[in-house]
C-alpha cells in the first residue's frame, strides 16, 4: 500500500512560482517512476511530468521549460517547480505512482494563478 500527499499548492499572481511537494510512504520509494497530473474544471486530468528512479525527466509540451520536477529518495518526496505560472496552469495536481499494476494517487493540491 502507498500512500501520496501532496501540498504546497495555493494563490500565486500570474508569472509568479510554487513549488508542490508529494512525499510518498512504503518501501521502494527509489525504485518507481513518479508523476504528475493536473485537473483543471470541467477539464480531462493530464499528464504533467514525470521523473524515472534514475533522475530522467520528461514534460508535458504545455508546461516544458517552465516546470521542473525532481526527487530526494531520501526524504521519499517528489518535487514539481513551477515557474512563470499563466491562469491556464490553474487545477488541482495530483502525484501518481504504479505499483504491481495498481495507479496510486494522492488527494490533490490546488493551484491558481490569478490577479
Known amino acids: 500500500q502507498v500512500q501520496l500527499v501532496e501540498s504546497g499548492g495555493g494563490l500565486v499572481q500570474p508569472g509568479g512560482s510554487l513549488r508542490l511537494s508529494c512525499a510518498a510512504s512504503g518501501s521502494e520509494f527509489s525504485s518507481h517512476v513518479m508523476r504528475w497530473y493536473r485537473q483543471a474544471p470541467g477539464k480531462q486530468r493530464e499528464w504533467v511530468a514525470l521523473?524515472?528512479?534514475?533522475?530522467?525527466?520528461n514534460y508535458a509540451d504545455s508546461v516544458k521549460g517552465r516546470f521542473t520536477i525532481s526527487r530526494d529518495n531520501v526524504k521519499n518526496t517528489v518535487y514539481l517547480q513551477m515557474n512563470s505560472l499563466t491562469p491556464e496552469d490553474t487545477a488541482v495536481y495530483y502525484c501518481?505512482?504504479?505499483?504491481?499494476?495498481?495507479?496510486?494517487w494522492g488527494q490533490g493540491t490546488q493551484v491558481t494563478v490569478s490577479s
Open positions: 521523473i524515472t528512479s534514475g533522475g530522467s525527466t
Open positions: 501518481n505512482t504504479i505499483r504491481s499494476g495498481t495507479s496510486y
